[in-house]
C-alpha cells in the first residue's frame, strides 16, 4: 500500500545552519504531498504543499520540491532558527478505494535547534 | 483565520468507561476526519465522514469507536468502553474537498487508567 518514509531523528543542529529532512513515498497514481509541523503541546499545522510533480512548496524559509523521478519530497531550509524546533512529518494524498482521499503520514522527525 | 476547535484538551478515563472526544470543524468544510497519535509513533488515520456517513475506516476503528454529526456543527468521535491502549492524542480535521489539505485542530490528548 501507499507509505511515507522519513529520516529518522532527532536532528540537531545549531542555529542558521542548514536543514534537509528527507522524505520518500511509495503510492499508486500522483499523490499530493505535504508537510506538517507540529511544535511542542500544539497541533499539527500544514507547512507547505505540492500537487504535482516538480512543484514547489514553500512558507516560512522552508520549501520542498516534488520529484517523482526520485519520489521524494525532501524539506529544507537555509538557516533555521530556534524557533524552528518541532516535529516535522511529510504526509501523502492519495486516492483510495470510493474515490475518498486520506492522509498517510511518515513517522516524524523532531528537530532541536540549539543557539 | 478559522479554526478546528477540539474538546476537552486533556481527558482522563477510568478503563470501560465511555468518552466522547468533540470537534468543531470549520463552518464551510464538507469533508471530516478523526486521526490519532500514540505518544512518540505516527499520526494514523482512524475514519473520514462525508455527508452524514463514514467514507473510510481503518482497522483500528473497531466496533468500539462510533462518530456523529449530531446538530450540523459538531463532529465527534466516541470510544464504548475504553481500553489501556487507547491512551493516545486524538486529532480532528476538516477540508472544503477530498484534494485539499486538511486543517487539523489542536487535539484531545486522552490518557486510559
Known amino acids: 500500500g501507499d507509505s511515507v518514509t522519513q529520516m529518522e531523528g532527532p536532528v540537531t543542529l545549531s542555529e542558521e545552519a542548514f536543514l534537509t529532512i528527507n522524505c520518500t513515498y511509495t503510492?499508486?497514481?500522483?499523490?499530493?504531498l505535504f508537510w506538517y509541523v507540529q511544535y511542542p503541546g500544539e497541533g499539527l499545522q500544514l507547512l507547505l504543499k505540492?500537487?504535482?510533480?516538480?512543484d514547489k512548496g514553500s512558507n516560512k524559509g522552508f520549501e520542498a520540491t516534488y520529484r517523482k523521478e526520485t519520489t521524494s519530497f525532501h524539506l529544507e531550509k537555509g538557516s533555521v532558527q530556534v524557533s524552528d524546533s518541532a516535529v516535522y512529518f511529510c504526509?501523502?494524498?492519495?486516492?483510495?478505494?470510493?474515490?475518498?482521499?486520506?492522509?498517510?503520514f511518515g513517522a516524524g522527525t523532531r528537530l532541536a535547534v540549539h543557539p | 483565520e478559522p479554526e478546528v476547535t477540539q474538546t476537552p484538551s486533556h481527558q482522563v478515563t477510568q478503563m470501560g468507561q465511555e468518552v466522547i472526544l468533540r470537534c468543531v470543524p470549520i463552518?464551510?468544510?464538507?469533508?471530516f476526519y478523526w486521526y490519532r497519535q500514540i505518544l512518540g509513533q505516527k499520526v494514523e488515520f482512524l475514519v473520514s465522514f462525508y455527508n452524514n456517513e463514514i467514507s473510510e475506516k481503518s482497522e483500528i476503528f473497531d466496533d468500539q469507536f462510533s462518530v456523529e454529526r449530531p446538530d450540523g456543527s459538531n463532529f465527534t468521535l466516541k470510544i464504548r468502553s475504553t481500553k489501556l491502549e487507547d491512551s493516545a492524542m486524538y486529532f480532528c480535521?476538516?477540508?472544503?474537498?477530498?484534494?485539499?489539505?486538511?486543517?487539523f485542530g489542536s487535539g484531545t490528548r486522552l490518557t486510559v487508567v
Open positions: 480535521a476538516s477540508s472544503p474537498t477530498p484534494n485539499y489539505g486538511y486543517t
Open positions: 505540492a500537487t504535482k510533480a516538480d
Open positions: 503510492a499508486t497514481g500522483y499523490p499530493s
Open positions: 463552518s464551510n468544510h464538507l469533508y
Open positions: 504526509a501523502l494524498m492519495g486516492v483510495f478505494s470510493g474515490g475518498y482521499n486520506k492522509l498517510i
